[in-house]
């Protein structure tokens, strides 16, 4: 058991998120750097689960903390580790370090302070956070009030239960990253990317525009989606008279679509393209210029507000073939070392 | 438009987006149902979800268990085996609704615009009266469940009594749970407080979605309205209202879904005879599908 001292900006309780609920309307929510998160169950013994938006297995449950700060007191020894934006976090004032499994004994005190790089901290516990699940997850998703402590973030004084414990604490302690694979949040954040379907929308000069701007990220961005400021895009004249009676005059609106999967980048009035997030609607109405690739998601989410992300676009095969060496890596028991 | 052959197309690894047309209407949304009905009998390896919208079916899948051509080919052969569609299961549900509703004129009193019913019906060249009459005049067919949890879209079955009024320029910040509104053509009702933009014009005192799942209607899950179901409103009065929210909230409300099956085919063929055409075309427009 953990006890909440501050909860900070924004922390949930979140895992690989939940599958099955876009006819519904339940977006997969999740980690929103699914690759962080799935490292840090792997420091502390816990299942990674599967791959971001497929959600084979929602994997154990850690805490995703908002630009960092979070404040936790244990109420019972535990092997915890922190990855994803570096919080300078401290266990009774004396530092730990970022991508490596340490005990949080009785008593003692997590703090971690503001992200430096980075936009999301994640936090691991041996045995994962034990909330109910919820539709096969644990993810929190607030606006929808589920998932997680109460549908909602942490709030001081919450008690936040931990699974049973299947290893010694010293043999967990003291785990790490293979260092090589610890990934850099300096900006520009580069961002891969295939063609959207309605690419073809957009004119020639904008599309060029789209892959040649660095975006700078609107503070508004959220788990829902990310705004991206730059320059405005134009779409392709000759819109039929049917579209405009369905959808309106504004050439952004299509008829609604499916719009998800997360990473699906919307233009609406060409104006700050959104990627969708883990949180987002499951459909949409925008015209979509291009979705960002499942493994890339985990860098979207590291953007901090006003940090600049560049779109580079690749094949289709080499986005599965971007997946299939992630899943390689996650599997590969030499990655902790 | 409805195009000849339907068109994928891929969103990133791990989705793709089987598209029958450019437009929005019902025979192009029977399309898109029947063949959610056909992949979830014959599910091919990988498939990991489907989400059936008015002109499109999106699909997820694994891209590390099978490929996207491998679905891309199954839904083809679902296609060609599929032929008209006759019928389809469709459950009706009845929608208690106090129209002109005192949260609905908060709301808008709270973004400084006019009470939106009487937009609505000056929008439409109706009278409040006729707005209501018109919208519990015919059922309105659900093409898909979607954007925030339990929210839905439905157009009006009969074409004559088809309505809508544009969204808001700037949406609101909020909107009191289980209002009906019209985006556009589409009929919806807000699940839970949200933002948005939809004309706001009554409120029906049954939950939309309810995470409590207590009454055998969410025997499946938190959300009210399924693809395919036919919706039909039922004005109501204040003291029905909240009698009827007393029982919601009790749990003891029996809510008032009956299965079914739509006579398809029989619709499609209402629509040619009432001279409603099965698509719509711009012999001008310069635009094309890729």
């Not at chain 2, 459950?91 to 709301?107: F, G, H, N, Q």
Request: hydrophobic residues 40%.
């Amino acid at each position: 058991m953990l006890k909440v001292i501050d909860g900070g900006l924004r922390t949930t309780v979140q895992d690989m998120g939940r599958r099955g609920g876009q006819a519904l309307g339940i977006p997969p929510s999740g980690a929103q750097d699914g690759f962080a998160l799935r490292i840090a169950n792997l420091l502390v013994g816990n299942p990674p689960g599967g791959p971001l938006v497929v959600r084979d297995d929602p994997g154990a449950a850690g805490l995703e903390l908002t630009l960092g700060r979070l404040k936790l007191k244990a109420l019972q020894d535990h092997v915890l580790a922190l990855t994803g934006a570096d919080t300078g976090a401290t266990v009774d004032g004396e530092a730990v370090p970022c991508w490596t499994s340490f005990v949080l004994r009785e008593g003692q005190t997590l703090a971690c302070g503001l992200a430096q790089s980075g936009a999301r901290a994640y936090l691991a516990v041996h045995g994962g956070i034990d909330v109910p699940l919820y539709r096969g997850s644990r993810a929190t998703h607030v606006s929808g009030g589920f998932g997680g402590l109460e549908g909602r973030p942490l709030a001081k004084d919450d008690r936040l239960p931990v699974g049973a414990a299947t290893a010694a604490v010293a043999d967990l302690a003291g785990r790490r990253l293979r260092p090589d694979l610890v990934p850099s949040y300096a900006p520009p954040m580069q961002v891969r990317t295939v063609a959207g379907p309605e690419e073809h929308h957009f004119t020639a000069d904008s599309v060029e525009a789209f892959y040649a701007t660095a975006w700078k990220l609107n503070p508004k961005a959220d788990r829902t989606g990310m705004r991206l400021i730059g320059p405005e895009l134009s779409f392709r004249p000759g819109r039929p008279h049917y579209l405009i009676e369905d959808a309106g005059k504004d050439p952004s609106n299509i008829v609604i679509d499916p719009g998800a999967p997360v990473g699906t980048v919307q233009v609406p009035s060409g104006v700050e393209p959104i990627v969708l997030c883990v949180d987002s609607p499951s459909i949409g109405g925008y015209a979509r210029i291009a979705v960002v690739i499942t493994t890339d998601m985990a860098r979207v989410g590291q953007v901090r507000p006003f940090e600049e992300t560049r779109f580079v676009r690749i094949s289709h095969e080499d986005a599965v073939a971007a997946l299939a060496a992630q899943e390689a890596t996650i599997a590969d028991p030499d990655i902790i070392i | 438009m409805i195009y000849d052959e339907p068109i994928f197309r891929t969103l990133g690894d791990t989705a793709i987006n089987v598209e029958f047309g450019d437009e929005s209407s019902i025979p192009i949304n029977f399309r898109i149902l029947a063949l959610d009905f056909a992949l979830r009998e014959h599910p091919p390896k990988g498939l990991a979800e489907t989400n059936p919208q008015v002109r499109t079916l999106g699909l997820v899948f694994n891209p590390l268990a099978t490929t996207r051509a491998r679905i891309v080919d199954h839904v083809k052969a679902l296609i060609a085996a599929q032929g008209t569609v006759e019928t389809l299961p469709s459950r009706r549900v009845i929608i208690p609704a106090l129209y002109d509703d005192p949260w609905s004129r908060e709301c808008a009193e709270a973004f400084g615009v006019r009470n939106n019913i009487e937009y609505i019906a000056e929008f439409n060249d109706m009278t409040v009266a006729q707005v209501i009459e018109t919208h519990t005049g015919c059922d309105y067919w659900v093409t898909g469940v979607g954007f925030v949890p339990g929210a839905f879209m439905s157009y009006a079955m009969d074409p004559g009594k088809r309505f809508g009024a544009p969204l808001y320029r700037t949406p609101r910040t909020w909107t009191h749970a289980r209002l009906l509104n019209f985006g556009g053509l589409t009929s919806t009702i807000y699940p839970i407080r949200i933002p948005g933009g939809g004309q706001l014009f009554g409120r029906t005192p049954i939950e939309i979605f309810d995470l409590r799942e207590i009454s055998p209607a969410f025997a499946d899950g938190p959300v009210l309205a399924c693809a395919g179901d036919r919706h039909r409103y039922e004005s109501i009065g204040r003291e029905e209202y909240d009698a009827i929210r007393a029982d919601v909230e009790a749990g003891t409300y029996a809510y008032r879904v009956e299965d079914g099956t739509f006579d398809c085919a029989g619709y499609v063929a209402w629509l040619a005879e009432i001279g409603e055409p099965a698509e719509r075309l711009d012999p001008e427009s310069l635009w094309k599908p890729v």
